[in-house]
Structures are given as structure tokens and as C-alpha cells.
């Protein structure tokens, strides 16, 4: 079986990560919950863990790094803290962990503005420009890092730079985070989601938000966090503020290491996924039937249509006939596969970690089923 669903998440763990959950496992005890040595040991490494995210990112200290179960639940607090009335930008380009979110704000009175694709089907910028800067000021933009179905990465800087100053910046970086360097405090970027089990090598369960001073999101969940026990709100200081409940230590410990990995191999691991995808367009491009929607990306994803097969039934049968595990259909992202022309598409999706021969394998195998 060769594996090339990694934008859905990461299906290789460094040892150093898998080692990392298994002691957690095996710890089992309740970080910041309670008085013991484990407890505090525990809560020692929780710590450790929020002050290594907040560097590798570039963050604004470890209180603003909140753990969540994914990269969805941190949008989700992100977005549904801005302001039920005003405009907020988004694109045509982003996940469905995004636009559910502004749709429901928009049911409650929020401007909503989709910013459409370029015929290159990227990021219409002049779209964004005439957004941002014509009529009502927008209050926050939401802009994905990398969309996960075509791998095409807007310009951060110049979003930010074409944003008024007081609007927020947030960013859906389940896509970028562990394959390139993305830097919250160079980039303007106010609040960041990640996922943890794709690009930054950690185990399902582990997603962050890291915010900055000019972000103060509310909480969606309510319950205990160890500190103020006597207060029946929500503790008014971060991370508490955001963390309800049992912490998923396993799934943080795993992205902290995750972290730790990459600080010393991102580079190279870039440059691995950068050939990967670049001779998977090429080698797919020269089949007849099929069309690409991918360039070559750091992202590792090369999405494309057979002309002659529905793209789940095209998934399926390169599961089943040829032993290649790819992604079928919208990818929850619906409005850029409109933006496209698409009704699905086929995305295979390449990692560091991707063996030998899944290029060959891959083409092989998609030559096979276009002669159908």
C-alpha cells in the first residue's frame, strides 16, 4: 500500500514522536489538575510545549497558545469571537472549518465577502484590494496559508499589507504549518491555526491557536480548568480562558516533538516535497484524460480530473485495483472546486516520508484507469 493522503493527515510519525505519546500513555496523569509530582511533571511539559510552538512560529508568548483537538476547533474559536456586525473577508479558496463558521456568523448579522480566483486559479489580489479598501472597512480576514485542494499559497504579506491596520489577520495554516516556515509576528498574522497530524508530525487529536495581543478570543467551550474553581465563569486569563476540560497530553506532547523534529529537518523536508509534487504534475500532465489543477508546491499536493472517471470512483479503484491511497471529491472545500469548474477532484499528497517509487506507482496507475 503506498500512502499519498497526507494532506488529510500525516500517515508517517518520526520515532522521536511516536516514543513521546506512548510515554504520555503510559504517564497518565492530569496536567495542571491537581497537587502530585506526575500532575505537575505533566504540567511542566504542557508548558514547555505552548513556549516551543510560540517560538517555532513566531508567536506572542505561551499564554496565547491555546491546544485544541484540531485545526478546525481553532478556527472555530478564532472566528466565532469576531463581532456579529461588520465585514469580514475571506476567499473562495477555503476550507469548509472557515466557511461554516462565517456563514453562521452571517446568519447573525456579520458581512460576509468572498474574494473570487484569478484566471491562474489563484487568489484574485485586485479582488482583495477593492475589498479591503472600497466601502465598509473589513473587521478581520480569514485567508488559508495553502488551499488543500490545489496547493496554491496567496501572499501573506501582501494581504497584510493590503488589510487596513486595524483588521484582524487570521490565518487556516492546517496546510503550511511543518512545510514551510511561517513566522505570526513577520507576517502580521493575528491568529493562526494549526493542525498537528499533518505537516507538524503529531498525532490525531492535537491542533493549536496562537494568537496576539490584539486578538482576544472568547471561549466556545465551558468547564473546569483547574484555576479559579470558585468562579462560575470562565476564567478571564489565557490559556485558561480557551482550555476547558482534560488536555489531550498524548496529542501535544506528540506535537511538541513534532516541532522539535522539524526545527532540524523543515528544510530539507521542503525541498523532498517540492520534487515529489513537481514530478508527479509532470509525469500526470502527459497522460491523456487527465488535467492538472496542482503546480509544484512545498504542500505536497498535485490535484487532478480524470476525463473519463468520476473522482471518488477514480480514488477507489486506485485504493483497490492498484493499492494507492489518494483523496476523492470536494475535500470540504466546495467553493473553490466551483471556482474551478470541478465536481471532484482526485488529490494525492506527498510527505518527506513518501517512498521510493510513488511517482511511478501513482502515473502507473492513473495511465491504467484513463485507458478505460
Partial sequence: MIYLDNAATGGFKPDSVISAATAALATAANPGRSGH????????QVYSARNLLSDFFGGYGYERVVFTKNCTEALNIALLSLPRRGKIITTVAEHNSVLRPLEQLKKEG????????????????????????????????????????????????????ILPDDCLLICDGAQACGHVPVDMRALGIDALAVAGHKGML????????????????LPIMFGG???????????DFY???????TLNFPAIVSLAEGAIYLE??????????????ARATESLEKIDGVQMFSRPNPYGIASFRLANMQSEMAAYALSEEFGVCVRGGLHCAPLIHRALGSDGLVRASFSAFTPPG????????VRALSLR
Fill in 358 to 365: 510513488a511517482v511511478e506507482a501513482l502515473a502507473g496507475a
Fill in 202 to 217: 503529531g498525532i490525531q487529536g492535537s491542533g493549536a491557536l496562537l494568537f496576539s495581543e490584539r486578538f482576544d478570543p
Fill in 239 to 245: 490559556p485558561d480562558r480557551l482550555e476547558s476540560g
Fill in 110 to 161: 456579520a458581512e460576509v465577502e468572498y474574494i473570487p480566483l484569478n484566471a491562474g486559479g489563484e487568489i484574485d489580489m485586485c479582488a482583495f484590494e477593492r475589498a479591503a479598501r472600497g466601502g465598509e472597512p473589513p473587521r478581520a480576514a480569514a485567508v488559508t496559508l495553502a488551499s488543500n485542494v490545489t496547493g496554491a499559497a496567496p501572499d501573506i504579506r501582501l494581504v497584510k499589507k
Fill in 37 to 44: 509530582k506526575l500532575s505537575l511533571a505533566c504540567m511542566e
Fill in 225 to 235: 480548568t483547574g484555576s479559579e474553581s470558585y468562579n462560575l465563569n470562565m476564567p
Fill in 264 to 277: 532540524q529537518h523543515l528544510g530539507e523536508h521542503r525541498k523532498t516535497v517540492e520534487e515529489l509534487t
